[in-house]
Each structure stands twice: as C-alpha cells, then as structure tokens.
Nanobody, 124 residues
C-alpha cells in the first residue's frame, strides 16, 4: 500500500508556472506507475500525465501536451508535475495517483491509490 500527499498548488497568473509535488510513503514507490489527474466541479476526473515505474516512458493528455512535464525521483519517493504556460482552463484540483499494474494508465479506474488533491487556480 502507498499513501500519497500532493503539494505545490496555488494561485498563478496566466502564462505563469507551478511545480506540483507528490510525496509517497513506503519503500515500494518504484514499483508503481504514477499519474496526475485533475478535476473541476461537475466534470469527470481528467487524465493529465503518466510516467512508468522507472521514469523511462511518459504520456500526456492532449490539453497539456507541450506545456506540462511529469517526472519522478524514486530515491526520494516523489512525483512531480512541472506546469508552464498556464491557462485559466487549467484551473482545477490536481491529484496524483499510483497504479500497481504494469504499464502506463490513462483512465482513473486503472489507478489504485490517490492523494487528497491540491488546488491550482490560474487567473486571467
């Protein structure tokens, strides 16, 4: 089992940057593929990015491709999301998630553990 805690959210102007972090408990972080999702009220949780267990493979949702970068540091049990060129439509609660199965996951139902979320607000 793994516990996840996000941090780094906040208020930023359009065009700005933020870096989200996700701290994982336990010694088995490197055995999990990881992902970032986001959700706004009244909408389904949306896939943002995913990264393989060793960080070799990544993938992104179409709306963030070229602006966001997912990375991980298995020695620090940490996952990151660098968000650049932020837009007001990026405003959301961002969640990190861990997937016990092999391979990247793009659907929220493929993930086994979730953090509590961190709010990102982008002003125009």
């Amino acid at each position: 089992q793994v516990q996840l805690v996000e941090s780094g959210g906040g208020l930023v102007q359009a065009g700005g940057s933020l870096r989200l972090s996700c701290a994982a408990s336990g010694r088995t972080f490197s055995t999990y593929a990881m992902g970032w999702f986001r959700q706004t009220p009244g909408k389904e949780r949306e896939f943002v990015a995913a990264i393989s267990r060793l960080g070799v493979t990544t993938n992104y949702g179409d709306s963030v491709k070229g602006r966001f970068t997912i990375s991980r540091d298995n020695a620090k049990n940490s996952l990151y999301l660098q968000m650049n060129s932020l837009k007001p439509e990026d405003t959301s609660v961002y969640y990190c998630a861990a997937r016990a199965g092999g391979g990247l996951g793009y659907n929220l139902h493929e993930y086994d553990y979730w953090g509590q979320g961190t709010q990102v607000t982008v002003s125009s």
